[in-house]
């Protein structure tokens, strides 16, 4: 049989009919930067038969990394999503960004997804973002399989990365393969379940199937019954089983590990090397047989004028969709939809049910990355773009008109990194503006806004890398010259002393009606939290209505701290006493008075300046550590540990954000090009001193 036909024979069925809901998967790739994503969707497409040519990211030839952008960086940065077929079942992929400024485009997927394969460095094991991603995947329930990859590289060790994904994510791995070989010498997998080797040979399409090595035999047999002594532990029906025979037979195992997967119990381990397409297919059959299908997992929840409502996975049902994603092409505007119920045609209404707005839908489209095959409807379980809706946003609910729902929508982060941006001639400024708008349409974690007192225009994200990348898309797809100034952090003021009994009296009068309310409020520091309101006023001296516009106003006052105008978090405010008057006392007085008290509370208080802190772990040959730490202190960084690795050494450290600009160019300078660094938001800390605005 030819090799292109013999890929085509993988998948069977017709790849893109509509198949029951038992034979989907929707599945997104998580993992570091770096740590093989990528490459793996595109193994997995070649090996499925829906490309034939095996993309390289190297070479810019890749499916989802189609952005000229990502081709030059040579990182993935927008989520793409990708079909194919595998053993007559439809697997629904999303290629997520692997790089920390990219982390709202890994949540807004993960909201939409069933499972996830989680992809590790086979030398690194869990590297920070790594660890990041999986904890997203936890706060969304998404049930995952692990593949360990790059085992052909130098100093490649499954056992080692199996460790640091139970020592650092705390699941219980459960490892259903042993390496044939190490490093380069890595030529296939020992199947622990059917108790087969799979040994891929130097350009073959395809794994032989044989005996297990006669060098390996008595380590297979360990590590199978570790595999079933782990399980039975885990799973009632495999502890029966075990009790019984001593044994758990591959049945048995194969469908406890199946709900071990989808109930958070255990997570599958699978290994191989993706760029040496070695361990694709094992991984694809792993999927199909233990990631959940939208029939799988429990109904769509939602509300709809405060009345919970659930939608099942049905295409018969009333119809509701969540969009994840809209992008702006050539062509036209794309939004993105997971479909959780119900069935959606061309040409049929929809209406957007945070916005109450209906609109109509002109295509559909089955999406391969940035190539469409044009569909005419759409059922529960599909992942799809759909042409000619104008206004609806990330996070938006789409459903029948007759039957709304409200989903809930992803998680957007707070940015925290903000650069001035302005047009270079004056005539393109409502250019750069209208250009901005699409981008924080595209992008819900970018933000903009008008500085009150330099009245720059302000685009705040991510990180350096994102608002790079976000000015670039400006310059290349909307061809503006745009100045860019300094980047600038997002700073935060806190209260670290509080005073009690602080008297605010609000006396208006000025013809008509007036305003009167007085008010006695306590402040004191939140550890937890960034606001807490409670009143303890008796007598009814402050009637609830009042008390409840007393909050309101000071949450208006959290918005600009005394320091420098920054936003201010951690801080309980308590309202102990005040007065009103029969006529002038309103609402509104005591909304204004509420917002002034506080204002003049926290003036009258200490308040500590707070600016955000990255984790950073930098990676340097052992004859640069000395240099590397140094240049950490000089940027206020303290030093959480270090972990020698084959000649390198692994440093993590905590390092003040609005130090870390310009990072990657000093510490390439400083390593002779061999030093690399990653860093994730933690939160924030007491800066040493306030900034210059």
């Known amino acids: 049989m030819a090799q292109s036909e013999l890929r085509r024979s993988l998948s069977k069925g017709p790849r893109h009919a509509h198949r029951p809901l038992s034979a989907v998967r929707n599945l997104g790739i998580l993992a570091h930067v770096d740590a093989g994503k990528t490459t793996l969707t595109e193994r997995i497409l070649y090996v499925t038969g829906t490309t034939y040519k095996r993309g390289e990211v190297h070479d810019g030839t890749t499916v989802t990394d189609f952005d000229s952008q990502e081709r030059d960086r040579g990182i993935t940065i927008f989520a793409a999503a990708v079909s194919c077929s595998w053993d007559g079942h439809l697997v629904n992929l999303i290629d997520t960004p692997g790089h920390v400024d990219f982390s709202d485009e ?19 094991g869990v590297e920070p973002q790594s660890e990041s991603v999986w904890r997203q995947a936890d706060r969304h329930g998404v049930p995952r399989i692990a593949f360990v990859n790059k085992l052909d590289r130098a100093g490649a060790d499954l056992d080692a990365a199996v460790e ?65 002594e782990t399980v039975a532990e885990l799973h009632p029906a495999a ?124 295509r559909i489209l089955r999406v391969q990355a940035d190539r469409h095959t044009r569909v005419d409807s759409a059922v529960a379980g599909d992942i799809v773009a759909v042409v000619g809706l104008k206004t609806a946003r990330a996070g938006a609910t789409l459903c029948t008109p007759s039957e709304p729902l409200l989903l809930e929508p992803p998680v957007v982060a707070d940015p925290v990194v903000s650069v001035a941006v302005e047009a270079r001639t004056g005539t393109d400024t409502e250019r750069l503006m209208s250009a901005l708008a699409r981008l924080v349409e595209e992008d819900p974690s970018l933000v903009i806004r008008t500085d009150r007192e330099t009245g720059q225009t302000l685009l705040s ?48 009068q000025d013809g008509g ?12 520091p939140l550890a937890e939290g960034e606001f807490e309101f409670e009143s303890t006023v008796v007598g009814g001296r402050v009637p609830r209505e009042y008390v409840r516009a007393v909050e309101a106003g000071c949450r208006d006052a959290l918005a600009e701290g005394p320091l420098g105008g920054h936003p201010v978090t951690g801080v309980r405010v308590t309202l102990t006493d005040g007065a009103t008057h029969s006529k002038d006392s309103s609402e509104m007085a005591f909304r204004t008075a509420g917002r002034f ?56 450290a905590t390092v003040p954000l609005a130090e870390l600009f310009g990072y990657a160019t000093r510490l390439r300078s400083r390593t002779q090009g061999r030093g690399t660094f990653t860093a994730r938001p933690t939160g924030h800390a007491p800066a040493p001193v306030e900034p210059v605005r």
Not at 319 to 325: D, E, G, I, S, W
Not at 467 to 485: F, N, Q, S, T
Request: charged letters at 25%; a neutral charge.
């Open 106 to 124: 890994v949540e807004r997927s993960l909201r939409v997804l069933d499972g996830a394969i989680a992809v590790f460095d086979g030398v690194a």
């Open 164 to 228: 640091s994904i139970r020592q650092r994510l705390h699941p219980r791995p459960l490892v259903v393969q042993l390496p044939i070989g190490v490093e380069d010498g890595f030529a296939g997998v020992v199947d622990l379940l059917r108790m087969r080797s799979l040994v891929w040979a130097d350009g073959a399409e395809r794994a032989e199937e044989g005996p297990i090595p006669e060098s390996l035999v008595d380590e297979a047999n360990r590590r199978r019954r570790l595999l079933e």
């Open 239 to 362: 502890l029966d089983e075990f009790c019984e025979s001593s044994a758990v037979s591959t049945e048995t195992l194969v469908s406890a590990l199946r709900e071990l997967t989808r109930t958070g119990g255990g997570v599958v381990v699978l290994c191989g090397s993706a760029y040496r397409n070695r361990g694709v297919e094992p991984l694809l059959e792993a999927v199909v047989a233990y990631l959940p299908s939208p029939s799988d997992v429990p109904p769509a929840l939602g509300e709809y004028e405060g009345t919970a409502r659930e939608r099942p996975a049905d295409a018969s049902a009333p119809f509701a969709a969540l969009v994840f994603k809209v992008t702006s092409t050539a062509t036209g505007r794309l939004t993105y939809l997971r479909v959780y119920s119900g069935t959606i045609r061309t040409s049929e209404a929809v209406m957007d049910v945070g916005s109450g707005r209906i609109e109509r839908v002109g």
């Open 461 to 508: 994200g991510m990180g350096e890398l994102h608002l790079e990348v976000a000015v670039e898309k400006i310059r290349r797809d909307h061809r503006l010259d745009v100045g860019v100034g300094r980047p600038r952090v997002a700073y935060r003021e806190t209260v670290a002393r509080g005073v009690s009994g602080f008297v605010y009296r609000h006396v208006k």
């Open 513 to 524: 009606a007036g305003q009167f309310a007085h008010v006695v409020i306590d402040t004191e």
């Open 597 to 652: 008290a506080l204002r003049a509370a926290l003036a009258a208080g200490t308040i500590t300046l707070l600016e955000p802190v990255a984790e950073v772990t930098v990676t340097v040959p052992d004859s640069a550590v000395g240099v590397v730490l140094g240049d950490l202190a000089a940027r206020r960084g303290r030093v959480l540990g270090s972990v020698a690795r084959a000649g390198t050494t692994v440093v993590t």
